[in-house]
Structure formats: C-alpha cells, structure tokens
C-alpha cells in the first residue's frame, strides 16, 4: 500500500510545512498549523483553450484594449450596486454567511430570472430535489438553469466542459473536493486548490463563477486566507434569526467600491429588495405618537442615506453596578457619549441602567450617529419625547462640540423625503450649503447642550 504522506497547511495564509510549529513560518501567525494528508501532485487537468506552457507577453498599459466585455447585470439591483454595476466576465466571486441565513436562496433566486445565458448550479449540500422545491416558492421556473449535485472538483469540471455555461454556481466551496488531493472536503488544501482551479477556468474562459463560503463561529470565513486573496470580490451576507433584514456587504471588491450595502427582507416567497431602507426602518412611527428614548438619526451606508431610529432605555439600576447594553451601536462609543453627556451635560447616569438599540437589527457605526444616541438617552432619562418629525445628525467630540459630518446634503434631502418638518445639524456643515433651498427647517448646533436646549 502506499504510504500517506501528510503536511501541516496553515490556515491564515495556506501555507505548506512538513512539520508541526506553533507559528506559521510564512506568515508569523500562532496556533493555526493543521494536518492533513496529501498524495503527490498530480498533474492536473485544464479546462478551456489555452494550456501552462504558453507564455504570454507583457503589453504596454495604452496598448490594451479599454473596451472590456460589458458587465453582467444581475437581476436584483442591491445586488448590482454592491457588484459595482453587476458581474465582471471571468471573475470569481465568494458570498460568506452564516448557516441559514440565506445565502443559496439569494443566489438561486437571482439567477433563475437570468434568461440571457445558461447556468450550471452545483450544490454540494442539498438535491436537486431539494433545489427544486426552493426554485418552487420562489416561483420562477427557468429552462437554462442547470442543477447538479457533485462534490467532486473533477466531475464538475466535466460538467462544465459538457454544458459550457455562462455562469457558474459552487455552493459551497467548502463542501467540493479534487481528487488530486487527499484530504478532506473543507480542509485548507482542498479550499485552496479547488479555488485555484476554478479562478483559473473563470480567467480563461471570461466564464464568472460564484462561489458560496461558510463563516467560522467568529464571523471570518471558513478555509484559508488565501480564499479571499484568491476571489476578486468577497460579499457578506449578514442579519441575525430575530429580524428578518438581511445586509449584503463588499468586504473586498476588485471592480468596485466597499462601502456598499444592500437590504434584502426575507419572505415567503424568497427575498425581497428593500428599496427605501428609511421606511423599514421607522416603520413604528406611523401611528404618529411621540414616545420618551426615541430620536431620529441620519446615518449613511455607503453612498446611501437613511434615516435611523435610535432608542434608548434609562432606568434607575437595581444593584449596585449599573448596566450598559447595546444593540447595534459601538459599547465603547456609547460609554464616551454617556461621559460626555455627565461632564458637558451634568447629567448623572452613572448610577442609572443604560439600554441602546437601533431599529432593525441594523449594525450602524457612522459617527453622525452620535447626537441622535446623546439626545435619545437623555429623552428616556427625562421622559420627554422628541417630536417624531425632528431628526438629528452630528457627531459628538470629547469636548461636547457638534463636529461636521459628510454629505450633509444627502442626509438633509432624505430627512425631507421622509417627511421630516425639522433637522438638527452641526454648525460646521452650514458652510457651502444653500439652506434655502431646503423646505425642512435646519437648526445649526455647535454643542452638546444646546442641542438638549433645542429639544427639551
Ligand atoms: P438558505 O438560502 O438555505 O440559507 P443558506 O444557504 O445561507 O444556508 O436559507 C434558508 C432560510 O431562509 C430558511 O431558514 C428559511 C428561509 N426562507 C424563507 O424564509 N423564505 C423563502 O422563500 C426561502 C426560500 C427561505
Ligand atoms: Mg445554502
């Protein structure tokens, strides 16, 4: 029989080591050295036209053709906007995310309205069967989608190489395997090679692939660094099981930009798009009542603005050491604001209970944040509404002065779209806007304190 030989892969970067050490020898990080066996290279198969040994030739940069295939749109437009404008020809894309949170359904749903080219759908997880029953509620049966169940890297270069797709789907990375490898299904070798494989055909054949991740309990994906390295563009897809938002996010993005975010409300039939994220977000105040701890907020996503509800809970602490909970806001920067508010305020909270939480399950850390969190948490302390047709924008320094914030035309826009009468922000933001051309009435603060004179 012949012998396995094993090695120890790291995984942060992939590295190869004959031998057991605490540390990576390449990249230096502590305890991430695991065993797995491995069987000597094969040499392994390509797929499409052009093999190894063509070498090609450097180009000047202003000979190269600028006119680059155009962008593959995709169906849904949050989707599109996180993309950059939609697939670019030959990438590869990785969407990470929790178990369960949706990841299959936003894909599957995506491409079953796609009737321009065909394709392949390979799930290492569930039958097609299962698939099918999914494609069902969704309610969109299409004839150029392909689904197949294969776990194995050179079966489904076979498949592809047999159907010729225009796109293809792994779901998930972590569950196909290559032969050439002895490992296992999700270990580092395997992750990094069937992810080499793959960027490869993608590169070659102008094909783009879409690759499913599964996230570690701490939120990183699973399988190595080099996974992300590999990819050209990483999308999260995040939400916690209480809400039923979802967030798509650009953690890394070669043909497009980081900062945005897409909002995607599951349902019944699937997902759907949340166009206007401010609505969803201050649905509970449509019955119009103002309620003490509620303030209003401007925060931005990307280059998207939306208003944001805040609330805050102040009570008189039960034992001894007062609790600070927050949901959704940065606990460091709310234990500074509550400093602030004690100093610049003379406030007393220290021996209150604080709670924060922002509407929707929404992880927000957009400083201009900040005032709507001061004014909140002192609306609940002296349990005083703040009118629900007032928001506030502004972020808080450690003196108590109102700092300006970006794009403060955005937000005083959206602030009026939504009805908004009256929107507070920092006096440094007056400059080079026109507020005449506003209908909403603006309120310059240059303070902690008299913002709280405005309001209360
Ligand atoms: P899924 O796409 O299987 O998650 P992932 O691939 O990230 O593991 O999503 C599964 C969840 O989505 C499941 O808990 C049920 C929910 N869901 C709906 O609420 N409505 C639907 O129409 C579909 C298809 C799924
Ligand atoms: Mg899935």
């Excluded at 783009?208 to 399988?223: E, F, Q, R, S, V």
Aim: hydrophobic letters at 40%.
């Amino acid at each position: 029989m012949k012998a396995v030989k094993t090695a120890w892969f790291c995984n942060s970067c992939g590295a190869e080591s004959p031998k057991w050490s605490g540390r990576c020898p390449a990249c230096g990080e502590w305890n991430t050295m695991v065993e797995e066996k491995i069987r000597p290279e094969k040499k392994s198969r390509t797929l499409g036209p052009s093999s190894c040994s063509r070498i090609s030739s450097p180009v000047p940069v202003s000979e190269i053709a600028s006119d680059e295939e155009p962008r593959i749109k995709m169906p849904s437009s949050e989707l599109n906007r996180v993309l950059g404008g939609g697939l670019v020809p030959g990438s590869i894309i990785l969407i990470g995310g929790e178990p369960g949170i949706g990841k299959s359904t936003l894909v599957l749903q995506n491409i079953l309205s796609i009737k321009s080219r065909t394709i392949l759908y390979v799930s290492g997880e569930e039958s097609a069967k299962q698939i099918k029953m999914r494609a069902d509620r969704i309610g969109r049966p299409s004839e150029n989608v392909f689904i197949v169940c294969e776990t194995s890297l050179q079966n489904i270069e076979e498949h592809i190489s047999n159907i010729q797709p225009g796109l293809v789907i792994i779901d998930s990375i972590q569950t196909i395997a290559s032969d050439d490898l002895e490992s296992v299904a999700g270990s580092v070798s395997q992750v990094r090679e069937c992810a080499s494989r793959l960027l490869k055909y993608a590169k070659e054949s102008s094909v783009p692939i879409m690759l499913i991740g599964h996230i570690t309990k701490d939120g990183n994906l699973a399988g190595p660094k080099v996974l992300e390295h590999i990819v050209d563009a990483v999308l999260h897809f995040e939400g916690d099981g209480q809400h039923i938002y979802r967030l798509l996010r650009a953690i890394k993005n070669r043909f497009g930009s980081t900062s945005e975010l897409g909002i995607y409300e599951m349902c019944q039939r699937g997902l759907r798009e949340v166009k206007n994220p401010s609505e969803m977000l201050l649905s509970t105040h449509t019955d119009g009542e103002d309620l003490s701890g509620i303030s209003i907020g401007v925060t931005m996503e990307g280059i998207r603005s939306f208003l944001i509800e805040v609330q805050a809970l102040v009570s008189t602490a039960a034992y001894g050491t007062p609790q600070r909970s927050v949901n959704g806001f940065d606990s460091k920067r709310m234990n500074m604001l509550l400093a602030v508010l004690e100093k610049r305020a003379g406030f007393k909270l220290a021996a209150k209970d604080v709670f924060l939480n922002i509407a929707g399950g929404l992880k927000v850390n957009d400083p201009a944040l900040d005032l709507a969190v001061i004014c909140s948490v002192l609306s609940s302390n002296i349990d005083i509404p703040i009118p629900h047709t007032t928001c506030i924008t502004g972020e808080v320094g450690l003196s108590g002065e109102i700092r300006p914030v970006g794009r403060i035309e955005q937000r005083i826009r959206e602030a009026e779209k939504l009805g908004m009468d009256t929107i507070l922000i920092p006096r440094g933001n007056l400059k080079g806007i026109d507020t005449s051309s506003f209908s909403i009435r603006i309120i310059e603060i240059a303070k902690v304190e008299e913002a709280l004179r405005t309001l209360f």
